[in-house]
Each structure stands twice: as structure tokens, then as C-alpha cells.
């Protein structure tokens, strides 16, 4: 069997982290693609959700590495394991919610924005301490910038929603 380098690592001013909720690293960026898709390498500790939200400017895509992602989107529910990819489509509310052992997965966006909404929301990791909070008005004002709505808190599923506001 051939032998390949490990790729170098990703340095560390691609590197965020989001209080104790979310790791990311910047594989590639919109400014690196002209904007066409971003790609990052997301753990998530376990038990973690994301608020329930929807993007009215971008797909996410997200591909499963290692651990578990249930995903609520619009009317769907999955869980994905490693190896399992799926598409949220503009405009579709939608939560994720880590397994409990926690997630590892690559997140593309199309066109780019979620790679540079962790970047200029998050910390660096290098600079993170245990105590490190999620500064959620500067996360909900660079979410407004990029046309994300926030529809409700971590746990809340779009079956929830009122109606009109489900895909």
C-alpha cells in the first residue's frame, strides 16, 4: 500500500472557536473560491444544537466525518453518520443537534458566507480558554449582515414553527 504525506496542518488564523459550542477550521475560503463555496472542517462537543435558523443567500452542505448529526430540516429529520452527506436548500429552517459522543464534519456553503460568519464571530482558538463565552450580539448582528435568520433557541425544531414560516 503507497504511503501519502499527511496534508500540512490548517494554521492557526484559520482556527475559531464559538464559546464551547463549536470548533472550526477554514479548509477553504470564499475569498480563496471568488466566493463560489466555502469549506470547514466543524466539531461539535456533544449534546450541542445550533439555534433553529434558515439561510436566504446560501446552501449548506454538510458531510458527516465521525460522530453523529441529527439533522431537522424543513419536514425532514436524519440522523447522519460518518460518510453521510446532505444538502439544506435556501431559505429551509433548520437545526442541528450533535449525537452524544459529539461530531466532526465538513460544512461547504454555496456561495461562501459560514466560514466567514465563524471567522469574524468566533475567537481564535488559540486564544480560547475554558471559559471562553459565544458573544451572541456580534453572531446575531453578522448573521443579519448575511440575510440568516435566527427563528428560535438551540432545541427548538421546525415542526414547531408557526406554519408560515416552514418550508
Do not use: C
Amino acid at each position: 500500500m503507497n504511503q501519502y504525506p499527511a496534508p500540512p496542518p490548517v494554521s492557526q488564523d484559520r482556527q475559531f472557536v464559538l464559546g464551547q459550542h463549536l470548533r472550526l477550521s477554514i479548509l477553504i475560503s470564499a475569498e480563496e473560491t471568488g466566493g463560489q463555496f466555502d469549506l470547514s472542517d466543524v466539531t461539535l462537543p456533544g449534546g450541542a444544537w445550533t439555534p433553529l435558523h434558515l439561510h436566504t443567500r446560501y446552501e449548506e452542505r454538510l458531510w458527516v466525518v465521525s460522530g453523529a448529526l441529527t439533522v431537522w430540516a424543513g419536514p425532514d429529520v436524519f440522523t447522519l453518520r460518518p460518510g453521510d452527506f446532505y444538502v439544506i436548500a435556501k431559505n429551509t429552517p433548520h437545526t442541528i443537534n450533535a449525537g452524544p459522543d459529539g461530531a466532526r464534519a465538513l460544512n461547504l456553503t454555496n456561495p461562501g458566507k459560514f466560514a466567514e460568519l465563524i471567522s469574524r464571530t468566533g475567537t481564535p482558538a488559540h486564544l480560547a480558554r475554558p471559559e471562553t463565552e459565544w458573544d451572541m450580539a456580534l453572531f446575531q448582528a453578522v448573521t443579519d449582515e448575511f440575510g440568516d435568520v435566527v427563528l428560535g433557541p438551540p432545541g427548538m425544531t421546525p415542526a414547531e414553527l408557526d406554519p408560515t414560516l416552514r418550508r
